[in-house]
């Protein structure tokens, strides 16, 4: 792809994410340290890259201008054209990665890309250009730790006084009575991340969700970025012990900057000490003294959220379309489904009594030996 685009000017060429030379792949880069987002690990190539190899239908455009690349833009195809956010479904951060001032055409952008739609759930504010007309907003708790750990404490201590007080001491009764606590910010052993992902397809089973690490692809995923090591996307499986066994883990990604939480899980048998909110402090801990400034603990809602954040950011989830037959396909097949749960959503009373609901038929399913 190299040195055939001098001196021409601004053009758009679509690619697999495996033809990216160096070159783009750089530029890919700078570019997003230069939008003045935080770099989430999810907009990165290496991401794009990771799950190309186990989704083989991602592609990028990729403007061009007076020789050098100016703008990406992700994407998985589908059949009709429908396209999705690379990774969809388990991608915390999407959209494109653009030069200040390059603002295609939506409908442009998905006619060059052979897409009549093109669907996403993580959308990154300030997308506005890949928003679509009618996009549901979500806030995703983030916890600052730019000041150091010792500010952060200091903070819950001022909004989550009882929380905070309440788990450490939990986390002294536990390394008392269970064994010496040790906390591997960063580990390494593939025995550990496969202890993890055994909790989190039970913790699915329990509550009646669907158990994501029964797709190949998605378990697939995982353990490769496991073994990534780059500065823009590293995976970073945190692990508290107590003596030698593990007691919590969790398994996100991290740039430079950022740290994006992703699958955190716990043994229940030690459930009553709390170790989840025990390892999240000292992820922060760990994170704030490795040079990390933000911990991005994703969309939707959940208590622990609630008391270790200090701010939100804000994600959209929705859809930008063609006019077409194709896009009224996709706009039937699931438009009314995101509706639904969006209706479900925004009625508290009403998404708690569908939870109890999950929960009442994953333990009869559990009651009667179903998987």
């Known amino acids: 792809m190299q040195g055939k685009h001098a001196g021409r000017p601004r053009f758009v060429q679509v690619v697999t994410v495996e033809e990216l030379g160096p070159r783009e792949i750089e530029a890919w880069r700078e570019l997003r340290t230069k939008s003045g987002a935080p770099e989430n690990p999810f907009m990165g190539p290496e991401f794009a890259l990771a799950v190309a190899a186990v989704r083989r239908r991602v592609r990028v455009a990729v403007w061009w201008e007076d020789g050098e690349p100016v703008g990406f833009f992700p994407y998985e195809k589908g059949t009709f054209g429908h396209g999705r956010a690379v990774g969809l479904g388990v991608s915390d951060c999407q959209g494109a990665v653009l030069r200040p001032g390059l603002a295609p055409s939506p409908r442009a952008l998905l006619r060059l890309c ?29 916890i600052d730790v ?43 052993d593939p025995a550990a991340l496969r202890t993890l992902m055994e909790w989190k397809s039970a913790q699915y089973r329990r509550t009646g969700r669907r158990d994501r690490f029964a797709k190949d692809w998605i378990s697939g995923l995982v353990r490769r970025l496991h073994r ?27 740039s430079r900057t950022v740290l994006s939480c992703w699958f955190p899980s716990y043994d229940p048998e030690f459930a009553k000490y709390s170790p989840g909110l025990v390892l999240h402090l000292r992820m922060a801990e760990a994170a704030a003294a490795a040079g990390i400034g933000l911990l991005d603990l994703g969309r939707g809602a959940a208590e ?68």
């Not at 679509?132 to 995703?140: L, N, Q, R, T, V």
């Not at 995976?235 to 990604?253: D, M, Q, T, W």
């Not at 701010?311 to 006019?323: C, D, F, I, K, M």
């Open 114 to 142: 052979g897409l009549s739609a093109w669907e996403f759930d993580n959308l990154e504010r300030g997308q506005e250009l890949l928003r679509g007309s009618a996009p549901e907003a979500f806030a995703s708790p983030v």
């Open 146 to 188: 730019g000041h150091g750990y010792p500010a952060y404490e200091e903070f819950l201590r001022g909004h989550s006084p009882k929380f905070l007080k309440t788990t450490l001491a939990k986390e002294r009764r536990l390394g008392r009575q269970v064994g010496p606590l040790r906390f591997v910010f960063d580990e390494r």
């Open 228 to 254: 990534l090591r780059e500065p823009g996307c590293s995976g970073v499986l945190s692990v508290l012990y107590a003596g030698e066994r593990p007691i919590a883990a969790h398994f996100g990604l991290r």
């Open 304 to 371: 622990y959220k609630d008391a270790l954040k200090t701010g939100e950011l804000t994600v959209h989830e929705g859809a930008v379309t063609r006019p077409g037959i194709r896009a009224g396909i996709h706009w039937l097949g699931r438009e009314p489904a995101r509706r639904a749960h969006s209706f479900v959503r925004n009625r508290p009373a009403l998404a708690a009594r569908g939870r109890r609901t999950l929960n009442r038929l994953a333990r009869l399913r559990g009651a009667a030996g179903q998987p």
